[in-house]
């Protein structure tokens, strides 16, 4: 029996090569993928009768080995996957076309026909797999307590940041000294209503890490309430404007930015800023939290005030200046902790909108 080359069609999908060969009723088929060539031989009917029918091609770009093939009564079906997602210019490596190769029109689609078949397909999928996600009955509620909370937040800490900054052009330097009994109470109010950020991922309302939001605010509040609140000698210190400022600065970015992302929207600016800002300004924070607690060590060891009555055979009173001490040691600690933490999820968020991009 003479062995001849049938007739092949073929097209194409960003991610497909379809084949189809033209050997009705094929028995004893041998197809398999070595270096990138596609190797064909089988038997049955074709352009030249009853034959053996065999035919070589390298393809333009790398395949996969596997391959997919079905034989009906009319013809040979087999599909190829590209290793790479990509358009080729021609199927095969050779640039002249081998006689016996022809497009096949039935499958045939242009690039950009193919594009837009491929977000058809990923919007059905889209979808799909959304239907499959059982729905929260109560989604709406989270969302607007959260939007209502960020919004709550965003005003206080803005007119934080508004009063201080109008305050420092019109009074200068004078401005540092009374900034605890002008912001103190919004102060307060804000710092106090976010104990809640630890309570929204304990519960599962936002998915962020429990640890780096415990890390904050009750650093922050031992600031606030013990540091600064405590102890009248301090509430009249520069440091005290410094702390505020800084504050204040980090989160008139963060709270519009989840307060937006509640409802779905986004300014690229306002992301780019939440997580970014961040990296100049909570280090200083942090060193403008550290001077605050060293400078009231002093007036702690002074006043004896939170210090601990101890039995008379150990001493008088433990000073609480050896707690700050400790809690120095702790602030450093949980700074990396929290800058790591800032940092991942900046790196996650603009590798993710990169992917997208491309």
């Not at 307060?259 to 600016?269: D, P, Y």
Request: aromatic share 16%; net charge positive.
């Amino acid at each position: 029996m003479q062995t001849l080359t049938p007739r092949v069609f073929w097209a194409q999908r960003h991610g497909d090569v379809y084949l189809r060969v033209e050997i009705s009723d094929a028995k004893n088929l041998d197809i398999s993928i070595q270096e990138n060539i596609l190797h064909f031989r089988g038997q049955g009917h074709g352009a030249k009768g009853e034959n053996e029918y065999e035919f070589n091609l390298e393809f333009l770009k790398p395949v996969k080995s596997e391959i997919k093939h079905k034989s009906t009564q009319r013809q040979v079906n087999i599909t190829v996957r590209k290793l790479e997602r990509c358009w080729w210019g021609r199927l095969t490596m050779q640039e002249r076309k081998p006689g016996f190769l022809a497009p096949d029109f039935d499958r045939w689609l242009d690039e950009s026909d193919a594009e837009m078949e491929l977000k058809k397909e990923e919007e059905i999928n889209k979808v799909t797999f959304e239907s499959r996600i059982p729905k929260d009955r109560y989604l709406g509620l989270k969302k607007g307590y959260l939007f209502t909370y960020n919004l709550v937040q965003f005003l206080g800490f803005s007119w934080v940041f508004v009063n201080m900054t109008v305050r420092l052009f019109i009074l200068g330097q004078d401005s540092f000294y009374d900034t605890f009994h002008t912001i103190a109470d919004v102060m307060y109010f804000c710092q106090m209503l976010a104990i809640v950020e630890m309570i929204n991922p304990a519960v599962g309302l936002v998915r962020t890490g429990l640890i780096p939001a415990f890390i904050q605010v009750m650093g922050r509040n031992f600031i606030l309430f013990v540091i600064f609140g405590s102890l009248d000698d301090m509430q009249n210190k520069p440091v005290v404007f410094f702390v505020f400022y800084l504050w204040s600065s980090i989160e008139i970015f963060r709270y519009p930015f989840y307060m937006l992302a509640c409802i779905g929207t986004e300014w690229k600016l306002l992301t780019w800023l939440r997580y970014t800002i961040w990296i100049p300004l909570y280090p200083l924070g942090i060193l403008a939290e550290a001077v605050a607690v060293i400078q009231s060590i002093p007036i702690f060891n002074e006043t004896k005030f939170l210090s601990i009555r101890l039995p008379e055979a150990l001493g008088s009173s433990l000073s609480f200046s050896y707690i700050l001490q400790l809690y120095l040691l702790l602030m450093f600690l949980g700074m990396f902790i929290n800058f790591r933490y800032l940092y991942k999820q900046r790196s996650r968020r603009f590798r993710t909108k990169k992917r997208k991009s491309n």
